[in-house]
């Protein structure tokens, strides 16, 4: 069975940085189509970043609204993949989802379309002064 498991949600300050991890029990990330989600309350889920490195070149796909704030990466050794998030605003307050798609799934699918195959539980982060 496919588990993926959230860690690193926190509170934090408006400015401040946090960095979510997503490990994996049962698959290698790898070799999988994996993306970050967010859902505040009262609004839909949205794809945050997605990444593919199953192609001859990784592609990294962003929501203009964490463009350049926020930075998607994998640790194949530890087989991790992060989100680094910098000048978190209050706005990103949420909790945040990892997911997998089939290594087949475009990026812009998986995030934009949320074509997905397994959701982590979720972990909260919370920007509050």
């Known amino acids: 069975q496919l588990q993926l498991v959230e860690s690193g949600g926190d509170l934090v300050q408006p400015g401040g940085s946090l960095r979510l991890s997503c490990a994996a029990s049962?698959?290698?990330?790898?070799?999988?189509?994996i993306g970050w989600f967010r859902q505040a309350p009262g609004k839909e889920r949205e794809g945050v970043s997605c990444?593919?490195?199953?192609?001859?070149?990784?592609?990294?796909y962003y929501s203009d609204s964490v463009r350049g704030r926020f930075t998607i990466s994998r640790d194949s050794a530890k087989d991790m993949v992060y989100l680094q998030m910098n000048n978190l605003q209050p706005e990103d307050t949420a909790v945040y989802y990892c997911?997998?798609?089939?290594?087949?799934?475009?990026?812009?699918?998986?995030?934009?379309?949320?074509?997905?195959?397994?959701w982590g539980r979720g972990t909260q982060v919370t920007v509050s002064s």
């Open positions: 997911a997998a798609a089939h290594p087949a799934t475009s990026i812009q699918d998986m995030c934009a379309y949320h074509k997905v195959g397994s």
């Open positions: 049962g698959f290698t990330l790898d070799y999988w189509t």
């Open positions: 990444i593919n490195i199953s192609r001859s070149k990784p592609e990294m």
